[in-house]
């Protein structure tokens, strides 16, 4: 929360792999559902479609949403981070791969791996700007406490860091594999017959 007040919502978070994901959130400001769907994006508030094209601070389940390495480097090369150049790190007690950089620099963007589990620990997004307007817009995902639940690995923890500041910070409670819902709750060609896109 960008206003100092720490607010805490409970909500429900869906995954169908690859490539979908959508999240809903009901709080007493109003309702927001946000969903992803291949290259898709759609975010709804208050049963209006306010946006198409996917926040920044949305993409922390981008990296969730891959079960192929090849689905996963795709994704890295569309946001800026250069695949051809891989180092050896560490982070916390761990040792890491980073992809996109030499550690220990981090002005470029960049995915951290552990190195033992091949699960993403970190992520730098920094935006391919020449504006100087936009003065170091960094985005920071950290991906923590990795669990398995039948053979599916999530992180029950993960923090998104604007500007060196952590602005929010989520906990997982519960997963459950293989879980029967609707389709169409991450059909967004579905949702954009449902909901009427806000008038601008």
Known sequence: DLSGEDIELSHPLRLRLPG??????????????????????????????????????????DL???NSRHA????????????????LGKMEDRV?????????DDSASQLWVDKELLLPL????IPS???DSIEDDRLEFVYRNWQKFDGTWYPME???????????????TQVQVDAVFGGELLNITHLKTVYRKKET
């Open 129 to 131: 700007s020449t504006d």
């Open 96 to 104: 890491v791969y980073v992809i996109g950089a030499v550690y220990p």
């Open 158 to 172: 993960i923090e998104t860091i604007h500007h060196q500041q952590s602005i929010r910070r989520i906990r997982v």
């Open 20 to 61: 979908q994901f959508g999240s809903d959130i009901h709080h007493e400001d109003g309702h927001r559902i946000h969903v992803h769907d291949q290259n898709r994006h759609l975010t709804i508030i208050d049963e209006m479609i306010v946006d198409e094209s996917g926040g920044r601070f949305d993409r922390y389940q």
């Open 64 to 66: 969730l949403l891959y």
């Open 122 to 125: 970190r992520w730098i997004n």
């Open 72 to 87: 996963l480097h795709k994704a890295l090369l569309i946001h800026g981070v250069d695949v051809g150049i891989t180092s």
